[in-house]
């Protein structure tokens, strides 16, 4: 009943991340061809940079990152990618970390719930559609127009609560 302790810094080992990554930039590739938008070498290589585990990102970690690989790579640029990412709904911005996550379902403009682990920054996207709609009833009853609708919500992920119990031991 020994599971290692030193995993890798992600939890990717618990499933095939290799899928979620070409599923994610595969559907990207598509999205952008259909609404005639380009994904240009720069905006890929964020994404994919976005996509390399699931822990929300910020702008100055993707920045160094990317560094290497273009040289010319300035903030604005990192910025300017991020900002077409999220308006193609292919990424969503965490507000509460001010960090970026990618959206595993980016088919369409959606309603989020965001449960974000603050041991290891993951987040597990939700859609929640009861919570959304209970929701959507409160907006409606104080009259206030919306403009855009996501939860976030801190804690602990099943898998960090998992470790430590067993680091209790
Ligand atoms: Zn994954
Ligand atoms: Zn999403
Ligand atoms: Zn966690």
Request: aromatic content about 4%; hydrophobic content about 40%; proline content about 3%.
């Amino acid at each position: 009943m020994n599971t290692p302790a030193e995993a890798s810094d992600s939890h990717s080992l618990g499933h095939d991340h290799k899928k979620c990554v070409s599923e994610a930039l595969g559907t990207a590739e598509h999205l952008c061809v259909v609404r005639g938008v380009q994904l240009t070498p720069i905006r890929h290589q964020v994404l994919e940079l976005i996509w390399d585990s699931h822990k929300a990102v910020k702008a100055y970690e993707l920045l160094d990152r990317i560094k290497p690989l273009q040289n010319a790579a300035k903030p604005a640029t990192i910025y300017r990618a991020l900002d077409f990412l999220i308006e193609q709904g292919l990424i969503h911005r965490v507000e509460s970390l001010n960090a970026f996550v990618g959206c595993s379902c980016s088919g369409h403009q959606h309603e989020q719930l965001l449960l974000i682990c603050n041991n290891c920054q993951e987040v597990e996207e939700r859609s929640a559609p009861d919570v959304m709609q209970a929701l959507s009833q409160e907006i409606k009853q104080a009259d206030f127009i919306v403009h855009s609708k996501a939860i976030e919500i801190h804690g602990i992920c099943a898998t960090c609560a998992q470790t430590m119990s067993s680091e209790q031991v």
